[in-house]
């Protein structure tokens, strides 16, 4: 039992247990709306968007995340003003936005040669390294998107599963386009710190993923998500204090193997079920012989 609590003794380790499960929050009240609007690739674009972002906060000596957060920003309002492009689809400018943002970020990481050395924990992540003003702004940034959600539930259901009818109640769609877009940069920002950009994205779809296949109701899914991104820091910083892993990388892992495992027993379940209802009833029929 000691083994199983010693890495969460130490400070360090416990501050990034408290901002993966700050980033849980975070990510199960945005992930399970991009999933259900089909809106995966964006947070997939906008997470490797946020390279320039960073990079030009860090060589400036800003704050690494509020420079994530412009550079998602920038995605968002992109991919915003094209999506009625009759030129293209939707998917043609969030690729070209993202190839753009990432070349980008590359042109400036290769003019900075003091960059490279950070630019593993800035791919990848360094949660350990998370301080309490890091927390706090976690914390923060949990409070507005969890207050915004609640305001904008009914306009956010509308709009995923009929726009049209929202804008008939009134509930203006594109204002709530918007608004889900904001709080999309915002999860991706403060994810970001956590386990990186290029692994941000498996922190926001992979626990709404897996909830989706054992609950239905948005708020279980909201509720299922955070527990297991939340369970997926637990187990991720486990086993990264004893194989010696990045952190970051293992927790975001962790998140995905829960989604493969919980898949795998439903596809299990599933066809032992079907089998039991294609079997045969084997109840005796009563003979009829001798009976005349």
Known sequence: ????????????????????????????LVGVWVIARGMTFLGEAMSHGMLPGVAIASILGGNLVVG???SAFAMAVGVNALR????????????????????VGVIVVSHSRSFATDLT???????????????????????VVAAVSAVCYRPFLALTFDPRK?????????????VMLALLTITM????????TLLAFGMLIAPSAAA????????????????????ATVIGLWISWYAATAAGATIAAVAVLIFFAILGARRVTTAVLRRRSATPSTTAVPSLEGSS
């Open 212 to 231: 989706m296949l054992v609950a239905r109701r948005l708020p279980a899914l909201m509720l299922t998500s955070f527990v297991i991104g939340s369970a």
């Open 189 to 196: 920002a403060v994810a970001f710190s956590v386990v990186g």
């Open 1 to 28: 039992m000691s083994s199983l609590v010693e890495p969460f003794t130490v400070s360090f380790v416990v501050r990034a247990l408290v901002g993966g499960v700050l980033v849980a929050a975070v990510c199960a």
């Open 84 to 103: 009625h492009s009759r030129e293209f689809g939707r998917d043609t400018s969030i690729g070209l936005l993202f190839v753009g943002m990432l070349s």
């Open 166 to 178: 929202a804008r008939t109640l009134g509930l203006r769609p594109g204002l709530a386009n918007a």
């Open 121 to 143: 924990a800035f791919l990848f992540g360094d949660v350990l390294a998370i301080r309490w003003p890091d927390l706090l702004m976690l914390g923060v940034a949990v409070a």
């Open 68 to 70: 994530a957060a412009a």
